[in-house]
């Protein structure tokens, strides 16, 4: 018997919460029928670019009209009755569905804060479920090299209070071995930053990225 045919969504809820900045996002539960639960949020930047999925947010006075509470009932009055009903195999059968459902190019309908956030938390679910790592199930069972990652060392435009057009200056830690040393890398790298601006009296305040 096919494995993915055991398992169903039994329930989905969703709520508003803030985040680091206090600006309301999504964060979605998904539960299985063996009692898997998979959880997330899906926070947005300062900055939104026009070619980017829509983020459904209220207008009004609640959170100077970032609230989320339209995209949350689209999940409860929408997206969930739509899969209990049809109990996904996969989450590329998941993420179909939601796309068909929403029925636009930007997802704009349903909005991408309802959209991806129920996806994540499908598949966080679904790697509770076969009781292995969240990057194993969406890696693959070959999946075995980290990203490199990128490092954000200078804000600027929308993301920090100073004259600087470019919005984020970053690093890439290439020539690493491992992950860890990727990471020194990238952290020496920044606070030799701080220490070299610091000396030159100039600002080391930090940006909402971090920079």
């Known amino acids: 018997m096919n494995c993915y045919q055991t398992i169903q969504i039994t329930d989905i809820r969703a709520c508003q919460l803030l985040d680091s900045r206090g600006i309301p996002t999504v964060s979605v539960n998904v539960i299985l029928s063996d009692g898997s639960i998979g959880e997330a949020s899906v926070p947005s930047g300062a900055s939104t670019g026009k070619y980017e999925a829509y983020e459904k947010r209220d207008s009004g006075d609640s959170y100077h009209g970032k609230s989320v ?9 929408e997206i969930k009755p739509f899969l209990l009903e049809r109990s996904p195999k996969s989450l590329s059968d998941l993420d179909t569905l939601l796309c068909k459902l929403d029925g636009t190019s930007n997802k704009k309908r349903l909005g991408a804060n309802a959209i991806l956030a129920t996806s994540l938390a499908f598949a966080k679910a679904m790697a509770s479920h076969y009781r292995m790592p969240f990057f194993r199930y969406l890696g693959g069972i070959q999946g075995n090299l980290m990203p490199v990652p990128l490092m954000n060392i200078i ?22 071995h491992t992950f860890s040393q990727a990471i020194r890398m990238g952290c020496e790298t920044y606070q030799t930053l701080k220490q070299l601006l610091n000396d030159r009296h100039t600002s080391t305040s930090v940006g909402d990225e971090g920079g």
């Open 69 to 77: 509470q339209s995209a949350i009932e689209s999940i409860h009055s």
């Open 155 to 176: 804000n600027g435009g929308a993301h920090a209070n100073n004259t600087l057009d470019i919005q984020e200056f970053m690093i890439v830690p290439q020539g690493a």
